[in-house]
Nanobody
């Protein structure tokens, strides 16, 4: 059983930065692809970024050039560095892992004030 635990959310002013972390535990070696999704109130959950085991990265157009996904395999942790934050980035951010099964974290709130 894999568990994903996010941290690092909070309140920040527009133009600021936050770094989200997602720590994987359990049989986390089975996870090959890690990613981040976000869900704003009243909207669907959308993909933000993914990172494969071979280092390939993919970003939503809305965050390209501002967000960076990275991974520390020794710590079984994936990060999302978010710079130049905008009010429209406000959402609950969820960590996602794919391997033999797919897993979700519990989410962390990010609020960007204007």
């Amino acid at each position: 059983q894999v568990q994903l635990v996010e941290s690092g959310g909070g309140l920040v002013q527009a133009g600021g930065s936050l770094r989200l972390s997602c720590a994987a535990s359990g049989t986390s070696f089975s996870i090959n692809v890690m990613g981040w999704y976000r869900q704003a109130p009243g909207k669907q959950r959308d993909l933000v970024a993914t990172l494969t085991g071979d280092g390939s990265r993919n970003y939503a157009d809305s965050v390209k050039g501002r967000f960076t996904i990275s991974r520390d395999n020794a710590k079984n942790t994936v990060y999302l560095q978010m710079n130049s934050l905008k009010p429209e980035d406000t959402a609950v951010y969820y960590c996602r892992g794919w391997g033999s099964a797919a897993y979700w974290g519990q989410g962390t709130q990010v609020t960007v004030s204007s």
